[in-house]
């Protein structure tokens, strides 16, 4: 898919799960205009390894389903157990 392919058929501030370049579960992020996001972070949590869940609007977080840990949309931790902030995808 092409940047600008992906851009249009996502809106403003929408979050998609991806396969990386290795295959890696990956977060693409458009910004507050629509545009794809200059960094895609690795969507697995800093605390066990989970697969974190899909953006939610409401709460303006992703959200580990494992143990509870919050994310906010940079990737820095809002709330633990998660030690560190999610990693920016290659």
């Given at each position: 898919?092409?940047?600008?392919t992906w851009?249009?058929?996502h809106t403003?501030?929408?979050?998609?799960?991806?396969?990386?370049?290795?295959?890696?579960?990956?977060?693409?992020?458009?910004?507050?205009?629509?545009?794809?996001?200059p960094?895609?972070?690795?969507?697995?949590?800093?605390?066990?390894?989970?697969?974190?869940?899909?953006?939610?609007p409401?709460?303006?977080?992703f959200?580990?389903?494992?143990?509870?840990?919050?994310?906010?949309?940079?990737?820095?931790?809002?709330?633990?157990?998660?030690?560190?902030?999610l990693?920016?995808?290659?």
């Open positions: 898919i092409s940047k600008a851009e249009a058929s403003p501030g929408a979050a998609d799960l991806v396969a990386g370049l290795g295959g890696e579960p990956t977060l693409l992020l458009s910004g507050e205009n629509g545009a794809l996001e960094f895609a972070l690795q969507a697995e949590c800093t605390h066990l390894g989970c697969l974190v869940g899909p953006w939610n409401l709460s303006q977080r959200v580990c389903p494992c143990h509870g840990s919050e994310y906010k949309r940079d990737g820095s931790v809002a709330r633990g157990p998660a030690p560190k902030p990693k920016l995808a290659k």
